[in-house]
């Protein structure tokens, strides 16, 4: 190895271990020179010549320190070095091999136990390109057993990439192309769990980049990929991380157009929904009802709840009983229920399965809110049918009455 020559020994010209400086202030190689005083008796500095009375030697801790700094600069430069040629032979390989599937697997754990700098260095090397290569195949060999295992391991070195490249714009635009998103989208439907999971995984970073990829959902393939990602939310054994982001998935893609509401209420989200609702988590819940607040801003969505058996029960349940961001989002629904879709039958469900009280208990809130406001409303739009049933609380009879 080519040393500083700082760091070498004047005596014996190698790297030095442990240096130390004489009087006349040159720094050698601790046995080196106590070996040219103490065994050789000379009184000379080896490097100047000058004659020495002191033969004093000090610990040169500065110089120490920076050998080291700089043999642990060389050594992490050496082991990138090793891992480049390691992940081109790796890429070479499944390149050239049809055995595609093992060379993936290799690269895949090689990637998941590697720093940031070593999939900065794949991407670089051209490795994003082959794996969306892989994945895109799946477009023309969809039935080929081979290509389309290939393609979920492809997917799984593409995701832990992915965690680190986010950032990254040319790659994100890449994974944007059409080929991509329908190769993507397909592996969601079809893909085994843990490739369903890679797949919303990535779509999610897609979704947080603002990339426009979403008008894939409001045309003829948006009905298939909105029932895959109903079916992941459905089913939580598949995997709960999987269920989890199919949730915060459906929500970005809800909220940018009613289009995609439409889509949705086509492909069954509200009833799904709403039958999922009485037994889901609270963080669960919140997302749940944000989806079903967002669908009912369409009137188609405000159809599919009033019309579904369990629709207001469902709401009215989650009502004061889940946490203050779900009554928010719960008083929304109610609020546009009864503005666009009040019916009697709706209007009765909702003070037989509690609505009602619930929202009357909210006008006790001191603070003034939106959602007060909303509350409000409701009791001015529908108070005097509400008061008809025998079972309408006599508080609220008062209520009313002061306010008319």
């Known amino acids: 190895m080519d040393y500083p020559v700082d760091f070498r020994c004047p005596i014996s010209m190698e790297l030095m271990q442990d240096p130390v400086t004489i009087s006349t202030g040159v720094t050698y190689e601790r046995k080196n020179i106590e070996k040219w005083f103490f065994s ?33 600069e060389e050594a992490a430069r050496s082991r990138d070095s090793l891992k480049h040629d390691e992940l081109v032979l790796l890429l070479a390989a499944m390149e050239s091999t049809p055995f595609k599937v093992s060379s993936l697997r290799k690269l895949r754990t090689y ?15 051209g ?23 290939a393609c979920e391991e492809a997917l799984g070195v593409l995701h832990i990439c992915l965690i680190s490249l986010s950032d990254d714009e040319k790659i994100i635009q890449f994974l944007s192309k059409p080929e991509s998103i329908k190769s993507f989208a397909m592996m969601l439907q079809r893909g085994s769990a843990e490739a369903r999971f890679h797949a919303v995984a990535i779509f999610r970073q897609l979704a947080r980049a603002d990339i426009n990829w979403k008008k894939f959902v409001t045309q003829d393939q948006g009905f298939e990929f909105i029932r895959s990602l109903l079916e992941l939310v459905s089913d939580d054994q598949i995997c709960s991380k999987a269920s989890a982001s199919a ?19 086509e492909a069954g989200a509200v009833c799904i929904l709403i039958e999922l609702l009485p037994d889901s988590s609270r963080s669960k819940c919140e997302k749940m009802l944000l989806l079903l607040k967002l669908l009912c801003e369409c009137a188609e969505g405000r159809q599919a709840l009033v ?12 009502l004061l009983h889940v946490s203050s961001a779900a009554t928010k989002i719960t008083v929304k629904i109610l609020w546009l229920i009864c503005s666009y879709h009040p019916s009697e039958r709706v209007l009765e469900e909702m003070l037989i399965f509690g609505s009602v009280n619930k929202l009357f208990a909210l006008l006790h809130v001191d603070n003034r809110s939106s959602t007060k406001e909303k509350v409000v409303k409701i009791f001015k739009l529908h108070g005097n049918s509400w008061r008809q049933y025998p079972c309408f609380p006599f508080e609220l009879k008062d209520y009313l009455g002061s306010t008319n």
């Open 40 to 72: 050789y008796k000379k009184k000379t500095c080896p490097t100047t010549m000058q004659s020495i009375n002191n033969f004093e030697i000090t610990p040169n801790h500065t110089l120490k320190r920076l050998i080291l700094s700089w043999q642990n």
């Open 127 to 149: 490795g994003i390109d082959i794996l969306v290569q892989i994945i895109t195949q799946i477009l023309v060999e969809s039935l080929d057993f081979a290509a389309f295992t």
């Open 307 to 318: 019309e579904h058996g369990l629709g207001v029960a469902a709401i009215s349940k989650k």
């Open 247 to 265: 949730l915060e998935l459906l929500t970005d893609i809800l909220g940018t157009s009613k289009r995609s509401r439409l889509k949705a209420v």
């Open 111 to 125: 990637i998941a136990e590697s720093g940031h700098e070593v999939k900065d260095d794949f991407a670089k090397c």
